[in-house]
């Protein structure tokens, strides 16, 4: 029998069933939370929102450029008393780990209990999926979540049509995914159409009343939010693709006349449909898992499940590649992570027809590759590979100097007053909402760099807005000099490079007085001297390279 061939630990996860990968995902999920600071982000704006939205200060119904999931989430352990960072991230992080018990459903349709065990505890390790559970209040994770949840019942349900209530889950995984992303309706509509498909051993099931009415509520629950959004944004906004227009408006502002402006559209597309797509199986899943995976995918023997698991997949795929090639999407590793976990589904497939023992030594292989992939961002973020550091580097689990933005907020909460201004520049990393919200600085601002009219500075219009801005700063924030804004303005190194005045220790930048009163190797804190002498000439040129 085969449970006589399995050893001792084998027979000790599959008693654990889901209950056991989900326990070790979430403890990984927050002690990736505990242990990795992360960078400011849209999470950042989206907890400042949501904070708003709890003390009563704004509605977000209609007036948020992404669907309300995304604020009504951190809502949640914020109305409990939560701190905006620390208790909204580990909510986040657990939220999404709930994906775990619902891929292991969905690999158990393909390939049994031992597909189902093997997809979740391989999202329970996986270190991409570790990532983008513990950035707070970001998409993917929960956006992931739901698909993966639409796909199953919607599969559970061809399994067994008489019972319509796995349609309807199905439909309200959709509604969830649709909450997160506007890109969930792809989702809806092609599980919708694959469900006019599905026979029993009579006839196609759709001719039967009372499963047609099934079908209709499937498509009634998954349209119900995207048509109540259309109507609220023309009520609101006077146009019903408001919040969508203004999405891709957000983007193509970054080109002038369909082109970049620090870089000619061939490269920026050859980027966004190169490398991106690339890095998504990459580092999502590693090529091994990705390419293992779609061997399962394509061994499945039940067509119609199978199709249910890809078609959603394949269309938001085009999705993707149509607003590349359009500019009205800045393609993202993160975005391709909906399209490659789900895959895990039919992982078990790919290694179905092996003997035991070299079952054990494949799956032993491609599983040690996917933890050991994560040596390449983690070697970037160590040492400077130029580009590949700057792009990759933050997919690390394990980066150098984290928690400094905490230490440098502790250090001038023991020195600046509440009056005064503190204002980062914007080579600043670290999750800045822990600035944002030390509640011991009212005026605790991070430097707006986007003021031209297509939102993209070159270097003389950035230094110009820094010099503004700075001018008025009591105390100024700058990074040790390695960080990058990346391909949106191209300007690689810190632009705030001050210059030594007199024979003391005063500095200057720009004709702006000031001190470096504490070194934090990743950050550097300035104390402006208002109405000091710095008379010194300012540098013409602020240091570092473009990145042309």
């Not at 200060?57 to 409990?80: H, V």
């Not at 992303?181 to 006019?196: C, E, H, K, P, Q």
């Not at 007053?417 to 980062?424: D, G, L, P, R, T």
């Amino acid at each position: 029998m085969a449970t006589q061939e399995q050893s001792g630990p084998a027979r000790l996860v599959e008693r654990g069933g889901w209950i056991a990968p989900l326990l070790v995902g979430i403890v990984l999920r927050l002690l990736f939370v505990w242990k990795n600071e992360m960078d400011g982000g849209d999470w950042v704006s989206r907890t400042q929102t949501a904070v708003a939205f709890v003390r009563g200060n704004m509605s977000i119904w209609a007036r948020t450029p992404w669907p309300e999931g995304n604020y009504l989430l951190p809502a949640i352990p914020l109305s409990l008393g939560g701190d905006p960072y620390w208790s909204v991230r580990a909510f986040c992080a657990a939220f999404s780990a709930l994906a775990i018990p619902v891929l292991f459903v969905l690999g158990r349709q393909f390939g049994g209990r031992r597909g189902g065990l093997l997809a979740a505890w391989t999202l329970a390790l996986l270190p991409f999926h570790i990532y983008i559970s513990g950035n707070g209040p970001m998409t993917e994770g929960p956006f992931l979540l739901f698909v993966v949840a639409a796909i199953a019942a919607a599969i559970q349900w061809t399994e067994q049509p008489a019972k319509t209530q796995w349609l309807i889950l199905s439909a309200l995984g959709v509604a969830g995914a649709e909450a997160f992303r506007f890109d969930g309706v792809f989702v809806g509509a092609s599980i919708g159409v694959l469900a006019l498909f599905v026979k029993d051993d009579q006839d196609f099931v759709i001719k039967r009343p009372r499963i047609l009415a099934a079908i209709a509520a499937f498509g009634v629950i998954s349209l119900v939010y995207p048509i109540a959004l259309v109507i609220s944004w023309k009520a609101i906004w006077g146009d019903p693709l408001y919040m969508v227009k203004y999405a891709e408006e957000n983007t193509t502002q970054f080109f002038e006349s369909g082109g970049h402006q620090r870089w000619s559209r061939w490269f920026y597309t050859v980027y966004s449909l190169g490398f991106w797509p690339f890095a998504g199986p990459v580092f999502a899943l590693t090529p091994l898992v990705w390419c293992a995976s779609w061997l399962g995918v394509w061994r499945g023997r039940d067509r119609l499940r199978t199709w249910i698991l890809i078609l959603p997949l394949a269309v938001l795929t085009l999705f993707y590649l149509r607003a590349a090639l359009s500019h009205t999407l800045l393609n993202q590793i993160r975005y391709v992570t909906a399209l490659s976990v789900p895959l895990l589904g039919a992982f078990w497939l790919a290694f179905a027809g092996l003997a035991e023992k070299k079952r054990r030594v494949a799956l032993g292989a491609v599983l040690a590759s996917m933890v050991l992939f994560q040596v390449i961002p983690i070697d970037v973020a160590f040492h400077d590979r130029g580009v590949a550091s700057r792009q990759l580097s933050t997919f690390a689990l394990i980066r150098p100097r984290q928690h400094v933005a905490k230490d440098v907020v502790t250090w001038i909460n023991g020195q600046a007053s509440a009056e005064q201004k503190v204002v980062f520049t914007p080579h600043v990393n670290g999750a800045w909402l822990t600035l944002a919200n030390s509640g011991s600085i009212a005026h605790i601002r991070r430097l707006n760099i986007y003021r031209t009219p297509n939102l993209v500075h070159d270097r003389a219009g950035l230094v110009a807005a820094m010099t503004d801005s700075l001018r008025s700063a009591d105390w100024i924030v700058s990074s040790g000099g390695t960080n990058t804004e990346g391909l949106r303005d191209g300007l690689v190194t810190e632009l705030m490079l001050p210059v030594r005045r007199g024979a003391g220790d005063g500095l200057a930048w720009n004709g702006i007085p000031m001190r470096l009163v504490q070194d934090f190797g990743a950050m550097r804190v300035y104390k402006v001297e208002h109405g000091a002498d710095a008379s010194v000439a300012a540098p013409s040129s602020t240091g570092g390279s473009d990145k042309r």
